[in-house]
């Protein structure tokens, strides 16, 4: 039969061309056979990931291959003569047109108390049966649809350039395979001037909601506003009946709005934006897609932008581990940070309902932002995605990384915060060299896993580290131990002495195989271990390590000692004398390596 295809098959075969051949970049774009559209967007990511790993992790999440879009590529799902609709035909090939294809078979939605919903008065434009050459192929259709969440908040505040320009973004994100779902803060009813009268309100609101979906369109985006999906219950909880009515049109490649209204006993009612993204998440949950939806990220637009930080004292948090950071944050934004009343507020706010939907669903990243930012256009420098949507849709980082000093001019200020569930963080810290940690009596009561840490450093550097050797030299001179996780990664400083006193020393910084590159674990570890050595930190890295750029972005001064293999990293409040780097090129120069030693 011709329309018999699997698309599993498909994609791996796909994904596969993409991981063997990333390391030539001009074999990827010969083999894909890509439009020159294609071209940039496969050159953006390749420009703006930092690793191959990380652009691997990207692209096994974000297929994005023309090949992918069945809408443009029916022939390979259906008869060349074929003039079926998609609804008629395809339902057997395609996950999402099945799923569309139940919905429209079902002749009623629900019979609900005294009323019976036909799909007719639900969503006529999207229940229409298109022909398969007509629906939307703005977002490309892979195993997985990414849903990306937005809640705009003061709407009434927007001007038309700033949703034009968000309009591009949503739609470069579209291109690299996220599927928008934008969500509309029922604080746009503030910007309403007239009597308060229910339904000159809610006709404001369609008013402002219209302008808005008209000035998304400017940058040829299919959206459509979706109004009176949820109830009101009792009790002032939210719920819905028909999550067809958001589900629809993504699966058919359409952006929904939601309309900032619910109801309640036959009356609409405005509805803040919190409530309504945790049923709108619930509703996807209870289509029963699981398998190919997720949601990957929820983003909080707003005046506010990301968690102010007294340490950065002119931006935001750049990346929060919740499970590490939680309590600091609110206790800075409760006491410490200078704000109003209004802005810790909502500040407060925004950082409980973010707890509340990570601690709910785990996997999702966090985004909070300012509309400028938002809407923010790449820079003009190949390979610069500044725009913090688009640039974590394609890293699933911060534009910048959370651990670079920010005492040093080079560090940007952001006004977005990266917000993730993270990863626990262990520190066990010896505050005097006299007094340094032992590793085997920790490891004796069960405070640590020897074994495990010793597995961690071999996975990480790739060789067989000599446990023995290793601890009769560091054991009870060990300055700070940080586990990450179930040790992922980690970091054991130690106390080295420079002649009249003692430093201290990074002497392994680790991070499993498997996830070196990807964001998250070096930045936190980093970011733990700096908050420990304010004063004074050395390290050293091989002079061919090239992960030395890294420590380049992340130190005070470098300095490459003559007649060894070595580099010495040093970073901290501490002035560096010529006196203090003597002593560091003692330590860094004279540490006996634990590898291969048998």
Same mark, same amino acid.
């Not at 057997?92 to 799909?119: P, R």
């Not at 020897?450 to 001179?477: A, C, E, Q, V, W």
């Given at each position: ?13 796909? +994904? ?5 051949? +990333? ?13 020159? *559209? ?9 420009? /703006?990931? $930092? ?14 291959? @023309?090949?992918? !879009? ?9 008869? !060349? ?23 429209? %078979?079902?002749?009623? +939605? ?13 969503? #006529? ?109 009792? %009790? ?7 999550? *067809? ?15 900032? &209204?619910?109801?309640? !006993?036959?009356? &609409? ?5 919190? #409530? ?8 996807? *949950? ?49 006491? @410490? ?36 930012? $938002? $809407? ?30 920010? /005492? ?77 996780? %179930? ?19 990074? !002497? ?13 674990? $070096? ?12 004063? *004074? ?52 120069? /004279? ?8």
């Amino acid at each position: 039969m011709k329309a018999s295809f699997s698309f599993t098959k498909r994609f791996q075969s796909i +994904f596969t061309l993409k991981a063997t051949d +990333f390391d030539d970049e001009s074999n990827l774009l010969k083999h894909s056979k890509l439009s020159s *559209e294609k071209q940039e967007l496969i050159l953006t990511i390749l420009n /703006s990931t $930092a690793t191959k790993r990380e652009a691997r992790s990207y692209l096994s999440k974000y297929r994005l291959l @023309e090949e992918n !879009d069945i809408y443009k590529n029916k022939d390979k799902i259906m008869d !060349d003569d074929s003039d079926t609709s998609i609804i008629d035909k395809s339902v057997e090939n395609s996950q999402y047109s099945e799923y569309i294809g139940k919905v429209l %078979d079902d002749d009623i +939605f629900l019979n609900n108390k005294d009323k019976t919903v036909f799909k007719s008065q639900i969503t #006529p434009h999207v229940i229409h049966q298109k022909k398969l050459n007509e629906v939307s192929n703005e977002i490309k259709l892979t195993q997985t649809i990414r849903c990306c969440i937005l809640r705009i908040r003061k709407l009434h505040k927007w001007d038309a350039d700033i949703i034009k320009a968000l309009g591009m973004v949503l739609k470069k994100a579209m291109s690299l395979g996220a599927s928008p779902l934008i969500i509309i803060d029922g604080d746009i009813i503030n910007g309403y001037q007239g009597e308060k009268i229910e339904k000159n309100i809610e006709n404001y609101v369609d008013m402002k909601l219209d302008d808005f979906m008209k000035n998304l369109n400017f940058s040829a985006l299919s959206c459509r506003v979706v109004k009176g999906c949820f109830d009101i219950t009792d %009790d002032n909880e939210l719920r819905t009946f028909i999550p *067809e009515m958001i589900g629809v049109p993504i699966f058919s490649g359409i952006i929904p709005i939601i309309s900032p &209204f619910a109801v309640k !006993d036959g009356i &609409f009612q405005s509805v803040r934006g919190f #409530p309504l993204i945790k049923t709108t998440i619930s509703c996807l *949950e209870d289509l029963d897609m699981k398998e190919i939806l997720s949601v990957e990220k929820v983003v909080f637009i707003g005046e506010a932008g990301g968690f102010p930080s007294i340490e950065r004292s002119e931006g935001s948090h750049v990346l929060i581990n919740l499970l590490q950071e939680y309590k600091d944050i609110k206790n800075e934004l409760s006491k @410490e940070l200078d704000l109003n009343l209004v802005e810790r507020e909502e500040h407060l706010s925004n950082l409980e309902e973010m707890k509340y939907l990570l601690d709910r669903s785990p996997s999702i990243t966090g985004i909070l932002t300012t509309p400028e930012m $938002a $809407a923010r256009e790449e820079e003009k420098q190949v390979g610069k995605e500044t725009n913090p949507i688009i640039y974590n849709i394609l890293t699933d980082r911060p534009t910048i990384s959370s651990s670079l000093p920010v /005492s040093l001019r080079r560090t940007p200020q952001v006004n977005t915060t990266i917000v993730k569930n993270g990863i626990s963080i262990s520190v066990f810290q010896s505050k005097i060299p006299e007094d340094g940690l032992d590793l085997i009596e920790l490891n004796r009561n069960g405070s640590i896993d020897l074994t495990k840490l010793k597995d961690l450093i071999d996975s990480s550097f790739g060789r067989d580290l000599n446990m023995d050797h290793y601890l009769n030299r560091i054991n009870k001179k060990v300055a700070g131990l940080i586990i990450a996780g %179930d040790y992922e990664g980690g970091a054991i400083i130690t106390w080295e002495d420079i002649g009249n006193r003692s430093v201290a020393y990074l !002497d392994k910084f680790a991070v499993i195989k498997k996830l070196q590159g990807i964001p998250g674990i $070096a930045d936190v570890v980093f970011k733990a271990m700096l908050k420990s050595f304010e004063d *004074e930190l050395l390290w050293r890295s091989r002079k061919n390590n090239p992960v030395n750029k890294w420590y380049f972005e992340r130190s005070k001064a470098n300095y490459s000692i003559d007649g060894t293999q070595w580099k010495l990293f040093y970073t901290g409040s501490k002035e560096l004398t010529i006196e203090n780097l003597k002593g560091y090129i003692k330590v860094c120069g /004279s540490i006996e390596p634990s590898f291969d030693i048998k």
